[in-house]
């Protein structure tokens, strides 16, 4: 087997006779990976960057872990089937976003952001940046003020990185009360005054984009007493967030398919490894062997009798039609498997139920584990801890190998085999003519 490792720039990898493989082991971001099309990409790599409304603030009293228009992005994209990967140094939101990286900096004006940028754009190397900065200036900066300094901020970033996209958004608006007129009254100017300035340095060749946000009104806003009137509700982050999407869309490939600014080509390889983050691996017709490694990976076998290894994190396999192998060892991971798509089987580390379609199952490695069948005919195979099999439908065939082992049969006509430790079997009565076999030699 010839094993090819990924490097920083696109590669073509060429195997040959035998079993060649590709593996994104040191990738420093997800990969949609895919040996049907024999393309990979790295996931579109995205900076937030910007002030309390990129933190997620809601109500400044209260709610601060809300995630704002990060979380509703996500659940957007994966609406769309679509990943993204979000970096910065800072992380927040709620656990359940999985991916919580931004910039987002609570009170922070332009000037403050123009004195990190440089570093944050070096260390994290993202596609895009995706902005919204300028509320905190206009709490005393004139208008003209507010424009120099992201002038300065957006030369600043295309400087850093050429080939690097901003989308800039423009301002939520303020409330009136909590907040003066006069103060919004300048944030509409300067949300007036941006598409100018960025048409202006996008003529000049830098990579700006300017992403109207002005349909949001102060109904969008956080009320009183919860908010000073300056961060959005979480129908406005949502809002915000269908606005970056359609920015992103229509400069990038959100279809799934691969975005970024990396792609790799494949010929005559049969297996991928993922990276340590979350990635999309896609087999062809042949006998693949993809795993995810790290990361909340989704693997599709597609054709030919494939193993599918999910590796750390909550993955999602998907067999085909061949006699498909899944590993899984995270009470996270799920199993999908076609009606008639082959004879499969489960390796599990973790306590087990099989999956509809799914037939065999062998508990992986000398633990106490509890696992159950399905309407099938199962083969379920323990290990060399205390396991609890249980059959359920079909006509099952349970192998409690070592330890002391608790064998269930269930409807069918089950065979139950102990092995070398004291075992109990429990058998259900009027169902079937059960077998017993207590003694493995």
Do not use: C
Request: net charge negative; glycine share 14%.
């Amino acid at each position: 087997m010839t094993v090819f490792y990924d490097s920083s720039r696109p590669d073509a990898f060429a195997g040959g006779a035998g079993s060649d493989a590709v593996t994104y082991g040191a990738s420093s971001r997800g990969v949609i990976a895919d040996l049907a099309s024999g393309h990979a990409y790295k996931l579109l790599s995205i900076l937030p960057l910007g002030d309390s409304i990129t933190y997620g603030v809601i109500a400044s009293s209260s709610d601060t872990e809300s995630g704002g228009y990060r979380k509703y992005m996500l659940e957007q994209l994966d609406a769309l089937n679509v990943k993204i990967d979000f970096v910065g140094s800072s992380s927040n939101g709620p656990a359940s976003m999985g991916d919580r990286d931004h910039e987002g900096h609570r009170n922070w004006t332009l000037n403050q952001l123009n004195g990190i940028d440089n570093d944050v754009v070096a260390a994290t190397k993202p596609d895009a940046v995706l902005l919204i900065a300028g509320t905190n200036d206009s709490s005393t900066d004139s208008v003209p003020t507010m424009l120099q300094d992201l002038r300065t901020l957006l030369l600043s970033l295309t400087s850093s990185d050429p080939a690097l996209t901003v989308f800039v958004g423009s301002l939520p608006p303020v409330r009136v009360g909590q907040q003066s007129q006069a103060r919004a009254d300048r944030v509409d100017a300067y949300n007036d005054a941006m598409p100018g300035l960025i048409s202006e340095l996008a003529v000049q060749g830098h990579k700006v984009i300017f992403v109207d946000m002005r349909d949001l009104t102060p109904d969008d806003i956080t009320a009183p007493p919860l908010d000073s009137g300056l961060h959005p509700t979480a129908d406005g982050y949502a809002k915000i967030a269908a606005h970056w999407i359609d920015a992103l869309e229509e400069h990038f490939r959100l279809d799934g398919t691969g975005i970024g600014r990396d792609r790799d080509t494949f010929t005559s390889i049969e297996n991928l490894t993922g990276s340590s983050f979350a990635d999309q691996l896609g087999g062809n017709e042949g006998a693949n062997v993809l795993d995810g490694l790290a990361g909340d990976d989704l693997l599709e076998g597609r054709g030919g009798s494939d193993q599918l290894i999910g590796g750390v994190g909550a993955d999602t396999l998907v067999g085909g039609t061949g006699n498909d192998v899944y590993y899984v060892d995270n009470a996270g991971d799920k199993t999908i498997e076609a009606t008639n798509g082959g004879i499969d089987e489960t390796h599990a580390y973790k306590n087990w139920t099989l999956a509809d379609n799914v037939e065999n199952l062998f508990l992986r490695p000398a633990a106490n584990l509890a696992a159950k069948g399905n309407g099938l005919a199962n083969a379920m195979v323990g290990n060399g801890g205390a396991n609890t099999l249980e059959g359920l439908g079909g006509v099952d065939r349970l192998d409690g190998r070592g330890g002391s082992d608790r064998l269930v049969g269930g409807l069918g006509a089950d065979v139950l085999t102990g092995g070398t430790g004291n075992d109990s079997f429990v058998f259900t009565a009027g169902h079937g003519h059960h077998r017993l076999r207590p003694f493995r030699r």
